[in-house]
Every structure is written in C-alpha cells, then in structure tokens.
C-alpha cells in the first residue's frame, strides 16, 4: 500500500521568501511522485513529476523538487514566492508497475502576503 | 485539443435524488479515472474504466455508486439516492495510456441538501 504526508496544512510565506512544502511517502516499490497544484474553484494542473530519472526535477513556475530516498521525501521548493503562487499543492504517489492511479496526500495551502 | 471536460461544474441534489456526473476526457484518451474531494482532505481514487470495462473499483462505495465509459460518450458516475455525505467535488482525469501522466478536468462540486 502506497501513502502521502504533508506536513503542515498551511504554509504562510511572504512574497520574495523561499517556498517549503513538505512530503513524505510510504511505498513498498519504487514510486513515481507527483505535485500538482489547485488554484481556487478549478482543477488540479501537473506541476512536476519523479520517474526514476533525475532525482532532482525541475517544474513549472520555477518549482522543483528533490527526490531522496533515504528520506522517503519528495520536497517542492521555490526559492522566491510570488502572490500567483497561493493556492493548494498536493502531492501524489503511484506505482511505476501496473495502471497508475494516484495516492493523494491532504494538501497544504500556500499563503502569500505582499 | 480540448482538455477534460466536466460537466455539470455545480450541481445540487435533494437527499434521495440521483446525481450523474459527466466526463469527456482528452482527444485520444482512452483511459478515465474518478477521484473525490472531501472538504479538509485530499483526492481519494475511486474508480478506473477503459472504454468499456471497469478496470479497478476498489475506490468506490459499494452501494449506490457505479460508473461507466461506454463505447461512444463521456464517462459517467452515477450516485443514486445521494445523502449529504456524498457532498463534495469530484475529478475526472484521463491518459492516453495507463502509465502516463493524468491530465484532470476542472472537477464537478455535488451539494447534496
């Protein structure tokens, strides 16, 4: 069985200031990992993903992350937060082997204040 | 090319009546996945259909719940007899192929009054 923990429920940052949302997963085989974002009243949009390539990814909007397996962690970072930024980041989970649905951690809600 | 398609995006029910969602998903796309939002929680999986077959409905209550991705058509979820529980917002996301990235749709908001 495959889990996501997201640390903290709310992030607030202000605008200019480092972005870290935290994830950790529980996965019995080598994960393919996921962040998406939701903006208020709309669908979820695929901000990057980790396939068993570089364990460093690279996103949109100048979002990356890190995968570490030691730390079963898959990290989102920004290193400048911009007020389009606030929003709610999910991390994800599937399994590399069979069909890939998605385990979903519970969110956190990015706040950003001017 | 379109994305997913939802429709309706807001829909209300009365307890005891019955809610069908739709879903379109991309040109090309013969894989459809259903998940539901609850209020304070993240997406939970509930069901994966290729064109019609019900691949996994693990996800998915036993009663009063069901799904199907005919031949011809969108995807649909039918909740019959809803309860206020059964309120929240459900997403459709769909992939071209089963281990590929899921693209999602802009999601239907079901109160239930």
């Known amino acids: 069985a495959q889990s996501v923990t997201q640390l903290g429920s709310h992030v607030s940052v202000s605008e200019g200031a480092l972005v870290l949302l935290r994830c950790n997963y529980s996965?019995?085989?080598?994960?393919?990992l996921f962040w998406y974002v939701q903006y208020p009243n709309q669908g979820l949009q695929l901000l990057l993903k980790?396939?068993?390539?570089?364990?460093l990814v690279k996103g949109i909007n100048g979002f990356e992350a890190e995968f570490k397996k030691s730390e079963t962690s898959f990290h989102l970072t920004k290193p400048s937060a911009h007020m389009s930024d606030a929003a709610e980041y999910f991390c994800?989970?599937?399994?590399?082997?069979?069909?890939?649905?998605?385990?979903f951690g519970k969110g956190t809600m990015l706040l950003v204040s001017p | 090319n379109a994305g997913v398609m939802q429709n309706p995006r807001h829909l209300v029910r009365r307890r005891g009546q019955e809610a069908r969602l739709r879903c379109s998903p991309m040109?090309?796309?013969?894989?459809v996945y259903w998940y539901r939002q609850l209020p304070e929680e993240g997406l939970k999986f509930m069901v994966y259909?290729?064109?019609?077959?019900?691949?996994?409905e693990s996800g998915m209550p036993k009663e009063r719940f069901s799904a199907e991705f005919p031949k011809e058509g969108p995807s649909i979820l039918r909740i019959q007899q809803v309860v206020r529980g059964d309120s929240a917002a459900y997403f459709c996301?769909?992939?071209?192929?089963?281990?590929?990235?899921?693209?999602f749709g802009p999601g239907t908001r079901l109160t239930v009054l």
């Open positions: 996301a769909s992939s071209p192929e089963s281990y590929n990235e899921q693209f």
């Open positions: 996965s019995s085989v080598p994960p393919y």
């Open positions: 980790y396939t068993s390539a570089a364990t």
């Open positions: 994800a989970v599937s399994s590399p082997s069979g069909y890939s649905t998605l385990t």
């Open positions: 040109k090309g796309h013969s894989h």
């Open positions: 259909l290729q064109k019609e077959n019900i691949i996994d």
